[in-house]
């Protein structure tokens, strides 16, 4: 099995590999390619980005973006990134309709071995992440490994999300947590049946 299955699979993989390595540089001239883009010409954003991107549907991000791969980022309709979003997308980063990003957000995929030993012979882990509809997180979030944002959820700015956030929520801090929940205009008008 080779380092970029490996990672593919969500097992422990060696990230300086020759493949990944090559994937990674790949990505990282898209992205440069992406930066330089006259602000105006959507167009060659576009291209660049459906290039780069697994799945692109309607999106609008501004530069500058980084990401690892870029394979791994999946995004659904009407994806909004502020400036310098980051996406490590050693695992697969699935983002849902309707979804506002700050700036400066980061969503990091991989993680390293506690150990020194261990984390010094290049070992890394990736695992999934997944960002609901109409979910919005503010400046300077950071998401970590692993993590699902629920539907309807607002991640407040500055905070580090370390585990799951259920839908309808407003989550704040480092580590984030749950200070309420929120309810769509759509149940308030609703009857109650």
């Known amino acids: 099995m080779t380092e970029k299955e490996k990672m593919l ?3 422990d993989y060696i990230a300086f590999d020759s493949e990944l ?13 992406f930066n ?3 602000p ?3 167009t060659q954003q576009a291209e660049v980005l459906n290039e780069l991107l697994g799945t692109l549907s309607e999106a609008w991000i501004e530069p500058f973006f980084y990401c690892d791969y870029g394979y791994n980022i999946h995004l659904g309709e009407n994806f909004y990134a502020n400036h310098h979003c980051t996406i490590l997308d050693g695992a697969k980063v699935t983002i849902g309709n309707d979804v506002l990003f700050g700036p400066s957000v980061t969503i990091s995929t991989a993680g390293h071995p506690l150990d020194s030993v261990t ?9 999934p992440i997944t960002i609901g509809n109409n979910v919005w997180l503010g ?3 950071s998401v970590n490994p ?7 959820s607002v991640i407040g700015a500055g905070s580090v999300v370390t585990r799951d956030i259920p839908a309808n929520s407003v989550a ?7 200070i309420k929940s929120v309810m769509s205009k759509e149940a308030i008008l609703s009857p109650l049946g």
């Open 146 to 152: 692993g993590v699902t944002i629920g539907d309807n």
């Open 9 to 11: 699979a969500g097992l």
């Open 139 to 141: 400046a300077n979030v």
């Open 172 to 178: 704040v801090g480092a580590p984030c947590r749950v």
């Open 21 to 33: 390595t090559k994937d990674r540089l790949e990505a990282k001239k898209l992205c440069h390619r």
């Open 40 to 42: 105006d010409d959507k």
């Open 36 to 38: 330089q883009v006259s």
């Open 119 to 127: 984390r010094n012979t290049g070992l890394e882990f990736c695992k």
